[in-house]
């Protein structure tokens, strides 16, 4: 189990895995892509910015001696993007053996991605879970495949609201983000009761970062219009969120550690799961509600047009 000096040291040996990471190029991907490459993995950086994609793997670059790196473009906003972004990938990598749903965005005000879904819940959760549905060949051909999706302590606020999925009649930035952090968990256990159906022995994880210094917060503070709002949001940061660095050890521990069992929640271990060092959580009791699983993923299938095969005719 986690334990209070669990760091990226104890990372074993990773080589001949291939991994993609989202959300890559900066803040908590960045810092577990780097990580997987040093201890060996082969890593897609998934980015949706090419100038920061560029700059991330070249800072990976810089760091570790020849390391198996490739950058690679994927908006999450974009089904368009996405299922390039999955061809491309599977093409070069027909054998996954771990996906990172790392990407996302935090409390900004309404807008619509490009397939019109409100642009949290399309990014945070409907993106990756068809990312992770047209990668799902990829990962079935490995022996041991491991998904980790990060969530959020938010996750608590959200509701799964089906009659306003997107939001057009009630909007509110945090409402928004705290249902896609839900379903971002719905999905992860979701994703790991088909597969034990199915009998694939694929391993799907939640984790959160706890209070991290990452972009997430500095978007969402420059969203905000009053300037002290902005400038309080910074000064907390400032203070009590923990580097991107060490809000990345939950994630890696649940992508690399071999006493990971499908379903759990990682998190930090201190300050009220804030900050700290990997271990087992729970989530809010919604989170496991089979019942709002299974209707929120037939209806991300609606909405994608993505299915998972297998997972989808298991009894």
Not at 19 to 34: F, P, S, W
Request: hydrophobic share 45%; with cysteine.
């Amino acid at each position: 189990m986690g334990s209070p000096s669990w760091t990226a040291d104890h990372i074993p040996g990773l080589t001949g895995r291939t991994a993609v990471v989202t959300g890559a190029n900066a803040g908590l991907g960045y810092h577990v892509a780097l990580e997987l490459a040093r201890y060996g993995a082969t890593v897609v950086l998934a980015c949706r910015d090419p100038r920061r994609g560029e700059a991330a793997l070249a800072r990976i670059r810089r760091e570790l001696a020849r390391p198996d790196v490739e950058l690679r473009p994927l908006d999450l906003g974009d089904l368009g993007s996405v299922r390039a972004f999955a061809t491309d990938v599977t093409a070069a990598h027909p054998v996954l053996d771990l996906l990172i749903n790392n990407a996302g965005i935090m409390a900004l005000p309404r807008a619509l991605t490009a397939d019109g879904f409100e642009q949290q819940l399309g990014v945070n959760h409907l993106g990756h879970f068809a990312l992770t549905g047209l990668l799902f060949t990829a990962l079935s051909a490995a022996d041991e495949p491991r998904v980790v999706t990060v969530s959020s302590q938010a996750h608590a606020m959200g509701t799964i609201d089906f009659d306003d999925l997107m939001a057009e009649h009630r909007y509110g930035p945090w409402r928004a983000y705290g249902q896609s952090k839900l379903a971002n968990l719905l999905f992860a256990f979701e994703l790991q009761r088909r597969a034990d159906r199915a009998s694939m022995p694929l391993t799907s994880v939640a984790t959160h970062p706890g209070y991290a210094a990452t972009n997430l917060q500095n978007a969402a503070a420059q969203a905000r219009r009053r300037a002290w709002v902005r400038h309080a949001s910074a000064a907390v940061t400032r203070m009590v969120a923990q580097p991107a660095a060490q809000g990345a050890l939950t994630t890696l521990y649940a992508a690399t550690m071999p006493d990971v069992r499908g379903g759990e929640f990682f998190g930090p271990d201190s300050f009220g799961g804030s900050r700290g060092h990997p271990t087992r959580v729970k989530a809010t009791a919604k989170a496991y509600d089979p019942e709002t699983a299974a209707r929120l993923w037939e209806r991300s299938e609606e909405l994608t047009g993505v299915t998972f095969g297998e997972l989808d005719s298991s009894p």
